[in-house]
């Protein structure tokens, strides 16, 4: 381990895990004279702390922690991080709203305190990532490689306590523009400079100016995928899978289940059907034999969130499969998702869930933004006490506001390009009466959908929605039928407050 201390400009000192002191160039900046240490020590974890803080490092937990050469970590315990939160004027991720109290998903680094393995600032480095600027620099690297397979964390455990009245550097809205300019496509510039108008009266037209001479970084081809080797890993594990009307394509999915070569020890199914005197259509699950034991809920009451939730209500093993009727996948699946998360060391997983004829464009395992309800497994101690939200049931938003929740208890979620499953994206079964939301016949409909509203408002910081909202306006306008830009803005605004009011209406009968 080699620790430098620095007081954001210089490094002040350099030592080894022996407090032997490292020779460094004090007329260098921090990012060059670290680049300059991880080739002299490239199987050694580099940490970095301000020298105003070297007494409240806990280099005890860095020490013992298990650092692979795929995770680059660092806490701010400050409300705003080195860039500003108008970032989110431009991206929506969980990266943006950062929980502070848990180790959490984000690539927004700081120089205050981090570590990471060497080996990730000897394969990044590079002449567009480098900057004079340390917390620029950081964040280059980590917002470049993030999904590329570089697991990026907020974590407060590098601090022994809560420091209080400490003020780093931040960006200024020409570090933000020149930022966003070398991470995105240009377009994003503009919109930023857009947002900045409307929202805040700011009209930044020399950040703007400035940063049009930036290029885009170029596409890095970083591999940080860690060795998959064969495992004897074994540990019990639930499926759980809502059904109606698909008596087929699960009896599919059960045979899949069937031949695994790490069975299931439970399989959970929950069998819809609104119609009231009706029963249970799946005679299979009772006259065939099948190795796993089968815990079957019939209910007249449809929805997806619900009938998710009375499964995880029936978990007994140690992970839970969440899987949809409609899926097939390869008979060592469970083993090859065990053996990974094993190796990974992780608690939540997506797994890649493709139609027919679908390319996978990920050729790594990285850092999920989303949740898939239907091809994700979850360790179920992570689960105990969280249930999808009634307020999204018919509507969108349930997984990834399921997924925020598992963020939220300090458990990331990552993605895994492989083994991948099958959705065959089967028609609606079964009859079913159709649900009409209680905001179906208002004159003027909702923009966007209050399911949509909601996780916004749940989950997101006011610039990522406003940033939203900016983007909205411009992708429905050539299909409002309204060639009328004012008109069109203020039926726009009646959409918007329709949602906002519909998105509360849920929030509130659903609390």
């Known amino acids: 381990m080699i620790v430098i201390y620095h007081n954001t400009k210089k490094i002040i000192q350099v030592f080894d895990d022996k407090n032997n002191t490292i020779v460094f160039d004090k007329r260098k900046d921090i990012p060059t004279n670290l680049e300059r240490i991880a080739q002299e020590f490239p199987d050694h974890i580099i940490v970095w702390c301000n020298i105003l803080i070297k007494n409240e490092i806990d280099l005890e937990f860095i020490k013992n922690y298990k650092v692979p050469e795929n995770k680059i970590l660092s806490y701010c315990p400050e409300n705003e991080d080195f860039f500003p939160k108008a970032i989110g004027y431009v991206e929506n991720s969980p990266s943006i709203k950062i929980n502070k109290s848990v180790t959490y998903i984000t690539w927004q680094m700081s120089s205050l305190v981090g570590f990471a393995h060497a080996s990730i600032f000897i394969k990044t480095k590079n002449k567009q990532i480098y900057h004079s600027n340390f917390d620029f620099y950081l964040n280059n690297i980590s917002r470049s490689n993030i999904l590329l397979g570089l697991f990026c964390f907020s974590e407060p455990k590098l601090l022994k306590s809560e420091i209080a009245n400490i003020k780093s550097i931040k960006a200024t809205n020409s570090d933000l523009f020149k930022f966003v300019k070398l991470q995105l496509r240009s377009r994003w510039v503009f919109l930023l400079f857009l947002n900045f108008i409307i929202y805040e009266n700011k009209f930044l037209i020399f950040s703007l100016i400035k940063c049009l001479f930036t290029k885009q970084i170029k596409s890095q081809n970083n591999d940080f995928s860690l060795p998959i080797l064969d495992s004897d890993f074994k540990d019990t594990i639930d499926v759980l899978i809502p059904t109606i009307g698909r008596k087929k394509y699960l009896y599919d999915v059960l045979i899949d289940l069937k031949n695994q070569t790490h069975l299931p020890k439970n399989v959970i199914i929950i069998e ?240």
């Open 272 to 511: 819809q059907n609104d119609q009231k005197d009706s029963i249970s259509e799946l005679d299979y699950l009772t006259n065939q034999s099948w190795p796993f034991e089968i815990k079957h809920i019939f209910t007249h009451q449809t929805g997806a969130c619900n009938s998710r939730n009375l499964g995880l209500d029936q978990l007994a093993s140690n992970w839970c499969f969440l899987a949809d009727d409609d899926v097939r996948f390869e008979n060592n699946f469970l083993q090859k998702c065990l053996n990974r998360l094993y190796i990974y060391d992780y608690k939540a997983v997506t797994v890649a869930c493709l139609q027919k004829g679908e390319v996978n464009p990920y050729k790594s395992v990285f850092q999920w933004f989303t949740f898939g309800t239907c091809s994700s497994i979850v360790r179920t101690d992570v689960l105990k006490n969280i249930r999808f939200g009634m307020g999204f049931e018919f509507g969108f938003g349930e997984d990834d506001d399921f997924g925020m929740k598992i963020r939220n208890q300090g458990v990331d979620i990552a993605f895994f390009n492989e083994p991948q499953m099958l959705h065959l994206k089967a028609p609606i079964g079964g009859f079913r009466t159709k649900f009409i939301q209680e905001w179906a016949n208002d004159s003027v409909q909702p923009k966007p959908s209050p399911t949509i509203m909601l996780l916004k408002q749940t989950h997101n910081s006011k610039h990522e929605i406003n940033g939203f909202r900016t983007t909205l306006f411009f992708k429905y306008y050539k299909v409002s039928g309204i060639k009328n830009p004012l008109k069109y803005f203020r039926y726009f605004n009646k959409q918007w407050k329709q949602s906002l009011f519909w998105a509360n209406y849920l929030k509130n009968k659903n609390q």
